[in-house]
């Protein structure tokens, strides 16, 4: 099994940036694609931006070109750099490891407007 620990959340003005960061208990990235995942409230949770084993990245739509996936494997700790948040990026964010099916406990990301 594996442990993800999300960390790097916080209260921001619309405009700023945060990086969040998802520390694995163990090297999982050459077998498991990792998404990042967020539920405002009220809403379902949505899939924000993954990364494959393969280094490759996808992003959703209302993201794209402002959050970037990212991954250290010597630190086994994978990345999501938000710039240019606005007060809908408001949830919380989870880290999810594909192949376990593993999720962490969640940081929570606010934007003031």
């Known amino acids: 099994q594996v442990q993800l620990a999300e960390s790097g959340g916080g209260l921001v003005q619309a405009g700023g940036s945060l990086r969040l960061s998802c520390a694995t208990s163990?090297?999982?990235?050459?077998?498991?694609?990792m998404h990042w995942y967020r539920q405002a409230p009220g809403k379902q949770r949505e899939l924000v931006a993954t990364?494959?084993?393969?280094?490759?990245?996808n992003y959703a739509d209302s993201v794209k070109g402002r959050f970037t996936i990212s991954r250290d494997n010597a630190r086994n700790t994978v990345y999501l750099q938000m710039n240019s948040l606005k007060p809908e990026d408001t949830a919380v964010y989870y880290c999810n490891a594909a192949f376990f099916g593993t999720w962490g406990q969640g940081t929570q990301v606010t934007v003031s407007s």
């Open positions: 990364i494959t084993h393969f280094n490759t990245t």
């Open positions: 163990r090297n999982i990235f050459s077998i498991s694609a």
